[in-house]
């Protein structure tokens, strides 16, 4: 066996002098996506060399040999939204087992922002996308997959059925919602909307009102009120706005937990308790849902899942030549959680404009 000279970096072929190998097998040894085609011995003696020789693999060296950069990009529309944390966490575990890095992007909800950070992302030369923030009508990551770059979006998806995606299975969960308040004696249900450009927001709606439908509660447009963004401050602004409509209801549903918690202040702002006077639910569930007061009914979903789901569709993809990829479309589960924010409907009916 042989080693670096003194004051040296060690490079592969070090090791594999040091071991008695080639340096391709230290190469193959040291990658988690090919690490399986080298015995158990063979791998532990080269694990050895590289703790004794402080051995870096060279991870930019190894791009430039095989042309593959081992990274991939995540971008997120909201990185302090909780939900997608654990969505990170996810795709992270699955590129981890693959060897891979992910480069992370927020685009604040901003289209432009998405596009310049698919165009950088690119430009370094990831191999693949998992996009959370994704538009309905999305071109951009339309033509990212006709181009050839394997792409899947998780928690919402685009219009066009040829780009992967993972997502929820809404329209049970929301009928378990609008069951769980019909049963309390709730009949004036009114829900805000997310931002009609997501899928998100157009799956949500169009499952309350087919529940509404389904259940003869009070089906009327004037119960409906549509946010701009997935965020407290519309929640507040649309549950401001159904106050001061005079619309009558004893309940209301919100897209997401953000819209909800920014519904709850406005309600209690108006002197309006939650759930004596209004009974309030949401979606998503994330860490602050339990935390809240009241605690929140709202609808579980899995985002670590959907991270995991996501990554193993886009590696799959990664394997294989673009003519050969078939789109995916994975719908996960999701429940109805009840918490203190629903309770049986009182008297005191919100209705008249409020100062």
């Not at 918690?261 to 108006?270: S, V, W």
């Not at 409907?345 to 409020?354: A, D, F, V």
Request: aromatic share 6%; charged share 25%; hydrophobic share 40%.
């Amino acid at each position: 066996m042989t080693g670096p000279s003194k004051g040296k970096r060690p490079t592969l072929k070090d090791v594999a002098a040091h071991v008695g190998v080639h340096f391709s097998t230290v190469s193959r040894a040291l990658d988690p996506a090919t690490a399986h085609r080298i015995t158990d011995e063979v791998r532990a003696r080269i694990h050895a060399a590289v703790a004794e020789l402080n051995y870096r693999h060279n991870v930019a060296a190894a791009t430039l040999r095989t042309h593959s950069s081992k990274t991939i990009g995540i971008i997120v529309p909201d990185i302090t939204n909780s939900l997608f944390g654990p969505i990170i966490k996810g795709i992270d575990s699955i590129s981890s087992e693959h060897g891979y890095v992910a480069l992370i992007g927020d685009t604040d909800n901003n289209p432009e922002k998405e596009e310049k950070l698919i165009s950088t992302f690119l430009a370094r030369g990831i191999e693949g996308l998992i996009v959370a923030s994704a538009l309905r009508e999305d071109e951009v990551v339309s033509a990212v997959a006709h181009d050839g770059t394997p792409i899947v979006t998780v928690n919402s998806h685009v219009d066009d059925d040829s780009v992967s995606s993972v997502s929820y299975n809404v329209r049970p969960s929301i009928g378990a919602l609008v069951k769980h308040l019909f049963e309390l004696g709730h009949r004036r249900i009114a829900f805000i909307s997310g931002p009609s450009s997501w899928s998100t927001a157009e799956e949500r709606l169009a499952a309350y009102r087919y529940w509404i439908d389904r259940v003869k509660a009070v089906a009327s447009d004037d119960l409906v009120v549509y946010s701009n963004e997935y965020r407290e401050e519309e929640g507040a602004r649309c549950a401001e706005q159904l106050l001061r409509s005079g619309v009558p209801f004893t309940a209301l549903m919100a897209a997401n937990d953000l819209l909800a918690f920014g519904a709850l202040k406005t309600l209690q702002r108006h002197g309006l308790e939650c759930p004596r006077d209004v009974s309030v639910t949401g979606f998503n569930d994330i860490p602050m849902a339990e935390r809240w007061s009241p605690p929140l009914t709202t609808v579980k979903v899995d985002p670590l899942r959907a991270g995991k789901a996501a990554a193993e569709i886009l590696f799959a993809d990664i394997k294989i030549a673009p003519e050969e990829r078939q789109p995916k479309h994975v719908l996960l589960p999701a429940s109805m959680v009840v918490r203190g924010s629903t309770a049986a409907p009182s008297s005191r009916t919100p209705r008249g404009k409020q100062s």
